[in-house]
């Protein structure tokens, strides 16, 4: 297997097509993780999600240092992966936010679900966020020659179980 | 769409049975992210993995308060999650220690090709540590009943995208 970093605009490509990882908050240096969905903004080049109030919303209030962790692991011999540093920022709980987050509308309900809200469309304890990218890296791994039949046989396998 | 919260031998189930997910440690409140293979352990309730030195590795010893995240995700509307809170405790690189791992050997790959060591089965520089439990909880969504028509949409396009 060969490693090879990403460049940045492939970074931010993945980014922007998978739209799904994981999000580590860290509170008197104890890290937490949470799995989210997210847009990524080109222009801003920040990553906007929602969520409702919970530890990680008060831990991320008082340390808004956070890492976003993304991949897409094909097998063990082919896979992506692209680590965010960022900083937490909050949103005015506003339509305009809720407008910049519609097109990815199923998430809400992962969302909605984690706090049992039924009451509608704009719950009260909605929380909009926003992290801006300061640092991205990733990597690429790649089949040899020699181990690209293991890969496949591995993908294939993968591919039957799904 | 309905999350009910997973029992501890639910949560311990997906992590023998993934033995994939993302580590989180922390050094001066700043959270980073990697992706892990591991091992569970039932008798002694920890994970096991392999690494190579580098960031992650002098962080951990500086702060050794980790938190591990494995998540199966089916659809937007299907998903577990198991949150790990726990300690790393790095272990001498002995045979016994390699042994320990060599049921999942093909994971060994990803920590050679990621500091590109190509001078045999046991690196000077390997690093094998466990993490204890020290607190673990998950949850698991599943579709309403008017939800499912649409998780099973989701769910066979994944599929055909495979």
């Known amino acids: 297997m060969r490693i090879t970093e990403l460049s940045e605009t492939a970074c931010r490509d993945l980014l922007a097509r998978l739209g799904f990882g994981r999000l580590a908050c860290s509170y008197q240096d104890q890290p937490y993780i949470v799995p989210i969905y997210f847009t990524y903004d080109r222009n801003r080049d920040s990553l906007y999600g929602f969520t409702t109030m919970g530890r990680k919303v008060e831990w991320m209030r008082s340390n808004p240092l956070v890492c976003v962790e993304v991949d897409e692991v094909v097998s063990h011999l082919l896979w992506s992966s692209v680590v965010v540093r960022g900083r937490?920022?909050?949103?005015?709980?506003?339509?305009?936010?809720?407008?910049?987050?519609?097109?990815?509308a199923l998430w809400w309900q992962t969302a909605y679900a984690a706090s049992q809200i039924r009451s509608g469309p704009h719950p009260a304890n909605a929380v909009f966020y926003c992290i801006h990218i300061e640092e991205i890296s990733g990597r690429?791994?790649?089949?040899?020659?020699?181990?690209?039949?293991?890969?496949?046989?591995?993908?294939?396998?993968?591919?039957?179980?799904?």
């Open 88 to 104: 937490y920022d909050e949103l005015p709980n506003t339509p305009q936010a809720e407008h910049r987050l519609e097109e990815r």
């Open 140 to 162: 690429r791994a790649i089949a040899d020659r020699s181990e690209s039949s293991v890969g496949l046989f591995h993908a294939q396998r993968a591919a039957r179980e799904k």
